[in-house]
């Protein structure tokens, strides 16, 4: 028996809705079961306030012996940076991952990314990810005609493309989807299968012998513009205008399926009074799950004519389960996978997805009733489903054989692994705390070279000098150099060694004590080029832990876990990027050139990464805190130029854009995105306004979040979110008014009052 786990935002049911995604999960949950196998379902939710599936379904599936877990994303931290709701939902979902055999998941917004991210670095892990191409965001943005929105789909689209390229397999349901994320530029793994979807029809009875007798037209599908309904609203005014003898042939237009959101109401009110207008007995069931759904067509079958024209579609069980009701006519879009659906000789059930093309087939259709022929030929499920079982053996014996574990060969060699980079300047006692966690790693394969760029503290110089002579019994190289700027030094740390990695850290921060070994075989395992960690953020001259009992002491000032080289999302918002402190293979780093030396320019590290992604080297992220980032008011983040920190980005860019004739391209999208910034600003602080003016003092009274308003005119969502700007707004006013190491002391006994521990997992 294998554990299988299947991950999906939809599940049947919540609220009595499921979409396509959901019957998948019904379908493949029971086909696995029936098979003998441990199947859980783990729902998950990016929405922060809960959604339950339904009690009837669960009591369903608690009577077939499957196992239900929920899981829902908690609403973001202000001291999580940075703010990517897929990233952190995954994160919550991995725990419940540890002990199943093969896990599904659909490609939308991608649950398992940090479960696949963090077995990347794990030789070990031997669980079996198969993903599942149901339809990512980018194609269902397109499908909506809605652009997207910057830079959150930007993260949501990394984030599919990551986990869909480290998979074990991918299944595509269509030809058609698989062409369409290639076309795209998404990269598959080697086992990439086309294997259409599994189903369990419920027996309906008709006669497909009887000839049709067009009384009704039914559109199937949920009210949305992916499905085609503003298609099928501009085909059928179209047909009112060129034939209306055909319109008054209609004893009834109906609508089966529901909005698309609720947001979606209004523009669906006004439709129908449109087509009522044009002549049409226009109704609207939007009330039926899709087993009732399903039972009204089999009823109407041999009267009506059923439309399914989206404008894109991968493989619709809307279409399958049609295909399966005797006796049914149908009219489709020819788009996605549905031809691929109905077959060959099903020319005359498909048309174009324009309203033109669609009005004249519907004309041809309702004018001249289809033949007996003209009756799609039902879905092979019995196939279908036995290509599923198929392969969930196949992956099934790959987790039980346990071929995944990794275990990178290392050849011995007399020069260390890695050459540690560390620059130093006017640091003082913070050096001596580094190089004393530099000691006691669990893996001393490096050498250690620290540069100290021209430091003019008196202290700091005698401090350098002592530790130089302290750790001359290991090799450790000290250089004094005349101050060029933390690029030029780490350039000239890492021009001293020979090893095959470099490790750059700065003189101020903490590495934890397994991070040397741990970064190693991160590297070793995955082949990557560079790769990063997470980061707890602290303030203080102290040690953040106890290097006897690895018990932390400094309170968070913050928890940084980097998403990767999203380069598009990155040029807005480069912290997607990661931490100074990386491992990077030196052939690569020595390709690119080093750090670009820019006097007085920060932000090196994040152009570093930007520039090794640019030039197609292989970047990532090890899902672990490994580094304790010290923050000081007076460091380099804050106290430099911030325009000039951005523009040694944007020139990495386009060093590369220049070579396709588009130089000034990153600065227009730059500017264009710090203009909207500046207006999303202005627009919060006068909703705020307005809303303050009546109710000041609500919005701090204990107990406010449990009130059902603020007032009588405002929602609890809105309320929730007007409470979140105020508070960002008092942040902003106490982060101005005070210094960040009166803040953290701050904090500090706040946190010591309360007894709060601190605890690194996710």
């Known amino acids: 028996m294998t554990k299988t786990a299947i991950l999906s935002f939809d599940v049947p049911t919540i609220n009595g809705r499921a979409g396509g995604v959901g019957t998948f999960v019904a379908h493949l949950s029971t086909l696995l079961r029936d098979a003998g196998e441990d199947v859980t379902i783990i729902l998950t939710r990016l929405e922060t306030s809960p959604v339950s599936i339904d009690a009837d379904a669960k009591a369903r599936y608690a009577a077939m012996g499957i196992k239900i877990i929920e899981v829902h994303n908690p609403r973001p931290l202000v001291q999580r940076w940075p703010v990517v709701l897929e990233m952190r939902l995954s994160e919550f979902v991995t725990p419940h991952l540890a002990d199943f055999d093969v896990i599904y998941m659909q490609d939308w917004a991608s649950a398992g990314f940090h479960a696949i991210r963090t077995r990347r670095f794990n030789p070990n892990d031997t669980s079996v990810f198969v993903n599942v191409l149901h339809g990512a965001a980018i194609w269902e943005r397109g499908g909506n005609q809605l652009f997207p929105r910057v830079v959150q789909d930007l993260n949501t689209d990394y984030v599919e493309r990551y986990t869909t390229l480290h998979s074990d397999f991918v299944l595509a349901p269509s030809d058609y989807i698989r062409e369409w994320v290639t076309a795209h530029g998404w990269r598959l793994p080697t086992q990439t299968r086309v294997i259409g979807l599994p189903i369990f029809p419920a027996a309906r009875g008709g006669n497909s012998t009887r000839a049709p007798d067009y009384k009704r037209l039914i559109y199937f599908g949920r009210l949305e513009t992916r499905k085609g309904f503003e298609l099928t609203v501009d ?387 090890v899902p672990e805190y490994l580094q304790f980032y010290r923050q000081v008011e007076t460091g380099l983040a804050r106290t430099s130029d911030q325009y000039r920190a951005k523009q040694r980005i944007i020139e990495a860019y386009e060093e590369r854009l220049a070579q396709v004739g588009m130089r000034g391209a990153a600065w227009a999208f730059y500017g264009m995105y710090n203009q909207l910034q500046e207006l999303r600003k202005r627009k919060l602080n006068v909703e705020t306004e307005m809303r303050l003016v009546d109710t000041p003092f609500h919005l701090f009274q204990q107990g406010w979040a449990n009130q059902p308003t603020v007032d009588e005119r405002m929602p609890i969502t809105e309320a929730m979110k007007l409470q979140d700007r105020v508070i960002d707004r008092l942040r902003n006013m106490y982060r101005d008014a005070l210094p960040l190491e009166t803040r953290l002391r701050l904090h500090a006994r706040v946190m010591k009052l309360l007894g709060r521990k601190v605890d690194l997992t996710p």
Not at 254 to 263: A, D, E, M, R
């Open 235 to 621: 085909a059928l005014k179209l047909l009112a205008k060129t034939n209306p003898e055909t319109v008054k042939s209609l004893e009834q237009v109906v609508f089966l399926g529901s909005h698309y959101t609720n947001s979606y109401r209004n523009h669906v009110d006004q439709v129908w009074s449109d087509l009522k207008q044009a002549g049409y007995n226009v109704e609207h069931r939007g009330d039926l799950a899709s087993p009732q759904a399903l039972d009204f067509l089999a009823e109407h079958a041999h009267e009506s004519l059923i439309v399914i024209p989206s404008l894109s579609d991968n493989f619709p069980y809307t279409v399958i389960e049609t295909t399966l009701i005797p006796g049914v006519h149908l009219l489709c879009a020819r788009t996605g996978g549905i031809p691929e659906i109905l077959g060959a000789n099903s020319d005359s059930m498909l048309f174009d997805p324009y309203p033109r093309a669609f009005a004249a087939a519907l004309e041809k259709r309702l004018g001249k009733p289809a033949s007996n022929d003209v009756v799609p030929t039902p879905y092979d499920y019995a196939a279908a489903n036995a290509r599923y079982l198929d392969f969930h053996r196949e992956a099934a014996e790959l987790a039980a054989s346990k071929k995944r574990t990794v275990h990178p060969a290392v050849v011995p060699s007399p020069v260390p692994s890695v050459d540690i980079c560390v620059t130093y300047y006017n640091k003082g006692a913070y050096l001596i705390q580094l190089l004393d966690c530099l000691a006691h790693q669990t893996s001393q394969d490096f050498s250690v070279y620290i540069i100290d760029d021209g430091s003019t503290d008196p202290e700091s110089i005698a401090i350098f000098d002592r530790m130089q002579a302290q750790y001359a019994p290991r090799g450790w190289t000290f250089v004094r150099q005349e101050n060029q700027w933390v690029d030029a030094a780490r350039n000239t740390a890492a021009q001293l060694g020979k090893a095959e990695y470099l490790l750059f850290i700065d003189s101020d921060d903490i590495p934890t004590l397994n991070t040397v070994a741990r970064y190693l075989q991160a590297i070793r395992t995955s082949g990557d080029d560079l790769l990063t960690c997470g980061s707890y953020l602290f303030v203080g001259d102290n040690l953040p832990f106890s290097i006897e009992t690895g018990e932390i002491t400094a309170p968070p000032f913050a928890f940084y876990m980097p998403l990767g080289a999203n380069l598009v999302a990155g040029l807005l918002e480069p912290i997607i990027f990661g931490s100074p402190m990386i491992i990077v293979r030196r052939r690569a780093f020595e390709a690119i050139g080093g750090y670009r030396e820019w006097r007085g320019a920060q932000h090196e590290d994040w152009e570093l990464h930007a520039r090794l992604a640019l030039a197609g080297y292989k970047t990532d992220v």
